[in-house]
């Protein structure tokens, strides 16, 4: 993004904003769906990424959805378990 300038930088900026907004929701269902406390951790993180997006501090950003996909990768593992527990896999 630090290429970017004026109305593209401003058009970039909000357009991730949303998605991340967008992925927060899909976090928030996985929540509700598997109540581990890792997607929580994951949603907040993204939804500071958000903010910080907002805010024009894409760096910061870019660590805070690091540190929401690792928040995550524990329940990755826990799903595939339990998935292949039950024979889908």
Known sequence: ?????????????????????SLQGEINIALNVSGRRDFEAAGEKVKAASEKMRNLQSEEAIRLVSEAISSVATSGQ?????LKEKGFL
């Open 78 to 82: 826990w799903a595939m378990q339990t």
């Open 1 to 21: 993004m630090g290429e970017l300038k004026g109305d593209e930088l401003n058009g970039a900026t909000k357009l991730l904003a949303l998605f991340l907004e």
